[in-house]
T-cell receptor
């Protein structure tokens, strides 16, 4: 089955730690996206990548970093510079001028 | 800039009631429009879409018509079920010259359907 996988489903981080969220897709899509969702709010774009080895900042990139070394993978690192990282993180991908497909999400909690 | 505005929730309905969730947008050019649904603890699923004026998207009994004159894309369903309880997001994709594939989302509307 084609789709997007995210891991882990739940992640706990201590203050000052960096953590990396995984996102993999087997849909052969060129573009991939990371969103942050806070309770009762819409989605805010963190980073996006339209092609391998290239990515751009979204609306709330501060305190986050990404890489795009392979077409299938777009990991997100939440750094210690992100002051309020507790949120639900969603990865998405799209091909051409079509809709985005979303993964199941990772819930990050700072202890 | 581009934006999407949805009616505030929660929307609480009895089973078999008629549903309308309002969505209006501001955008340059001719955006594609989407409705996504999110069940508790899950990612977003595409519910329906429309890519040009007067298009009607439909899926699972839900419908929405792209109205360029009123810049709206309201979601409707004739008879809701308890299983429709979820958060619904309206979104647009700017198809202009700087197309990056980014989606702009509304804040979401929570639907609660009671038996």
């Amino acid at each position: 089955d084609g789709g997007i996988t995210q891991s882990p489903k739940y992640l706990f981080r201590k203050e000052g730690q960096n953590v990396t969220l995984s996102c993999e897709q087997n849909l052969n899509h060129d573009a991939m996206y990371w969103y942050r969702q806070d309770p009762g709010q819409g989605l805010r774009l963190i980073y996006y990548s339209q092609i391998v080895n290239d990515f751009q900042k979204g609306d709330i990139a501060e305190g986050y970093s990404v890489s795009r070394e392979k077409k299938e993978s777009f990991p997100l690192t939440v750094t210690s510079a992100q002051k309020n990282p507790t949120a639900f993180y969603l990865c998405a991908s799209s091909g051409g001028y079509n809709e985005q497909f979303f993964g199941p999400g990772t819930r990050l909690t700072v202890l | 800039g581009n934006s999407v505005t949805q009616m505030e929730g929660p929307v609480t309905l009895s089973e078999e009631a008629f549903l309308t969730i309002n969505c209006t947008y501001t955008a340059t050019g001719y955006p594609s429009l989407f409705w996504y649904v999110q069940y508790p603890g899950e990612g977003l699923q595409l519910l329906l879409k429309a890519t040009k004026a007067d298009d009607k998207g439909s899926n699972k009994g839900f419908e929405a018509t792209y109205r360029k004159e009123t810049t709206s894309f309201h979601l409707e369903k004739g008879s809701v079920q308890v299983s429709d309880s979820a958060v619904y997001f309206c979104a647009l994709r700017d198809m202009g010259s700087s197309n990056t594939g980014k989606l702009i989302f509304g804040q979401g509307t929570t639907l609660q359907v009671k038996p």
